[in-house]
């Protein structure tokens, strides 16, 4: 079984630019989340989306962060514009059907803002 | 508000030996608690859990206790060996929260051979 796949893997931009991020859950997953890890800390949850719906996306800083999940299947994370803050690691995680099941995480992509 | 503590950065055990990774919580309605492994450059994954109503689940090599009046949990593993050697998550789910898991920090295990 294919897990869950991210890409890029590694991005580096200069601040005030955009960037965005893939995401291609396990296949049949309806739930998928976005966390953001920051060096040093544990993943903190961006947004949750059940198949195309929004969740929870409570903790996502709207000013400047969307993510979209249009056919319930793969999603995109942008920033835009981005500051030196949001350097991270953005996870992926996608589960059966939420609530009670196991995540599973993607390798995940390390950007980098200078 | 740091609602998921590893106050333990680190942890060097040698092989063979007890490994004891600790998490501390701050909320009564956490329902679920779970152990994620992380390697470097992979996404976590999962390792084991329980239920708030339990006190005590294995799986193998690896225990996880919890003390619902302490508001702490525990990942034993027995015995540790070098490719135990990762960082461990301890998060935590609110009831009724759609599976929204809370992250503690991590704590990086070294096994040494």
């Known amino acids: 079984e294919a897990g869950v796949a991210q890409s890029p893997r590694y991005k580096i931009i200069e601040k005030r630019q955009s960037v965005a991020f893939w995401c291609n859950p396990i296949?049949?997953?309806?739930?998928l989340y976005w966390y953001q890890q920051i060096l040093g800390q544990g993943p903190k949850l961006l947004i949750q989306f059940q198949n195309n719906g929004v969740v929870d996306d409570s903790q996502l800083p709207k000013d400047r962060f969307s993510a979209e999940r249009l056919k319930g299947v793969d999603s995109t994370l942008k920033i835009q514009p981005a500051k030196l803050e949001d350097s991270a690691v953005y996870l992926c995680a996608s589960g059966i059907s939420g609530d009670t099941d196991t995540q599973y995480f993607g390798p995940g992509t390390r950007l980098t803002v200078l | 508000d740091q609602q998921v503590k590893q106050n333990s950065p680190s942890l060097s055990v040698q092989e063979g030996r007890i490994s004891i990774l600790n998490c501390d919580y701050t909320?009564?309605?956490?329902?679920?608690f779970l152990w994620y492994k992380k390697y470097p450059a992979e996404g976590p994954t999962f390792l084991i859990s329980?239920?708030?109503?339990?006190d005590k689940n294995e799986d193998g090599r690896f225990t996880v206790f919890l003390n619902k009046s302490a508001k702490h949990l525990s990942l034993h593993i027995v015995p540790s060996q070098p490719g135990d050697s990762a960082v461990y998550f301890c998060?935590?789910?609110?009831?009724?929260?759609?599976?929204?898991?809370?992250f503690g920090q991590g704590t990086e295990l070294s096994v040494k051979p």
């Open positions: 909320n009564s309605m956490f329902d679920y």
């Open positions: 329980i239920s708030s109503i339990k």
């Open positions: 998060a935590a789910r609110l009831d009724n929260q759609g599976g929204k898991l809370i």
């Open positions: 296949s049949g997953h309806a739930t």
